[in-house]
Nanobody, 115 residues
């Protein structure tokens, strides 16, 4: 069973940057790729960025041009570079497979953007 461990979150001022890391244990192939998700307080979890197995990337409109997802295969780690952060980006960020079945959800890494 693959496990994901997220890290890199924190408190940042609006306009700042953070880089999140998602370390995976075990093979992550066969689920169409890895995605970053986020869940703000009182809201449903939503996907933010996806890195598909073929190497292409998808972004939600509200992060396009500000966030970038990438992968280091040697480290079995996926990153989310977040620039020009906005208070609306405040949430707990998680990584998991693009497609079902998902692995167990990790604890995520909290991101707080102050105005």
């Amino acid at each position: 069973q693959v496990q994901f461990v997220e890290s890199g979150g924190g408190l940042v001022q609006a306009g700042g940057s953070l880089r999140l890391s998602c370390a995976a244990s075990g093979s992550t192939f066969g689920h169409n790729g890895i995605a970053w998700y986020r869940q703000a307080s009182g809201k449903q979890r939503e996907w933010v960025a996806r890195l598909l197995d073929g190497g292409s990337t998808n972004y939600r409109e509200f992060v396009k041009g500000r966030f970038a997802i990438s992968r280091d295969n040697a480290r079995n780690t996926v990153y989310l570079q977040m620039n020009s952060l906005e208070p609306e980006d405040t949430a707990v960020y998680y990584c998991n497979f693009v497609s079902l079945p998902w692995a167990y959800w990790g604890q995520g890494t909290p991101v707080t953007v102050s105005s």
